[in-house]
């Protein structure tokens, strides 16, 4: 399919061609099978339908016959041929970009910790994407940092910001509170500490381990992201943690996987749970989510409010198709 855009074709021209090569009512699952065989046999099914797509060259009836001159090399001074550079492959996976006009400080958190709209984290950035959005970056880091340090020592994501608006004010514009915590931290956080003085005190010593039974998913995911009882955030065990605790890690895997691909897609923490809830019943347990969790994992049978949206659509996008196609 790249290669056929390569080629010229659009994106939807050359889905439409295979789908007409290998006929439309067929699988998934029997197209991928039937191209592996023809990608060894030099595309005998899709060569017809290729060279029929293919543009003509424009010109008149007379101009058939006549040759188009041949294109001269050209040579340096010293003798050798000049070839032009290749293009560069475009990137692979989510590509590293800043938003220009951030609404909110929850939004800032959200494109530091997981990005948005299918953009790399901000806290994934190589030095080189550092550099190419220098400013920006520079801008927001101290309040990365900080918000950080605020979750390391106990509190959730929303108490960290609610806090940082109490002491800079919640009609402070965005830019002024980043200019006005740049200032703070040299003075040694003067606003934040007179109410809460235990901020710039991370714990340490962390344990490696999981909650017995957690009550809500809400809990489940704070384990995760953050760690629950002064215990080690789950997404930082390494591979030894990890097998220290593989029954519970693994139950509940798939939840933590799901969350986080909805929240990179654009919803909120609170958003994406109360999804889950919806699709698994906002009656049952978490042991019981979790079960069915991990049952449409392994079969791929995600509920419809679950399923990951459309290339190009964010999450939020596809759920306000699918209301409009209910009303």
Not at 309 to 326: F, L, M, V
């Amino acid at each position: 399919c790249a290669d056929m855009i390569k080629d010229g074709m659009s994106v939807d021209v050359a889905i439409d061609t295979i789908y007409r090569a290998y006929a439309p009512a067929t699988s998934i699952t029997v197209i991928c099978k039937k191209m592996g065989i023809d990608k060894k046999e030099g595309w005998p099914t899709l060569s017809p339908l290729l060279q029929k797509e293919a543009p003509e060259e424009e010109g008149s009836p007379g101009e058939s016959n006549v040759t188009k001159p041949t294109p001269v090399e050209k040579v340096s001074p010293g003798g050798n041929k000049v070839t032009k550079p290749k293009p560069r492959p475009p990137p692979k996976g989510p590509f590293a970009a800043l938003s220009e006009n951030p609404s909110t400080l929850n939004d800032l958190w959200i494109e530091y910790r997981f990005g948005i709209s299918g953009r790399k984290a901000a806290k994934d950035f190589t030095r080189a994407e550092k550099e190419e959005f220098k400013s920006q970056y520079c801008a927001r880091r101290h309040f990365w940092l900080k918000c950080a340090e605020m979750i390391g020592c106990g509190m959730t994501p929303d108490a960290a910001i609610d806090a940082i608006y109490r002491a800079y004010g919640r009609r402070t514009s965005i830019t002024n509170i980043l200019k006005q915590i740049k200032i703070d931290r040299k003075e040694g956080w003067p606003r934040l500490s007179e109410k809460n003085p235990s901020l710039h005190t991370p714990k340490t010593g962390l344990k490696s381990e999981l909650s017995n039974r957690p009550k809500t998913l809400q809990e489940l995911w704070k384990e995760y992201d953050f760690g629950l009882d002064g215990n080690k955030a789950a997404k930082k065990f390494d591979a030894q943690e990890r097998g220290a605790v593989k029954h519970l890690y693994c139950f509940r895997l798939p939840f933590w996987t799901k969350c986080a691909e909805m929240i990179r897609c654009g919803m909120t923490e609170e958003e994406a749970i109360d999804t889950i809830y919806q699709a698994y019943g906002v009656s049952s347990s978490v042991t019981m989510i979790l079960k069915k969790m991990r049952i449409d994992k392994r079969d791929c049978s995600w509920p419809y409010a679950l399923q990951p949206p459309n290339a190009g659509i964010t999450w939020r996008q596809s759920e306000g198709a699918n209301k409009e196609e209910s009303t």
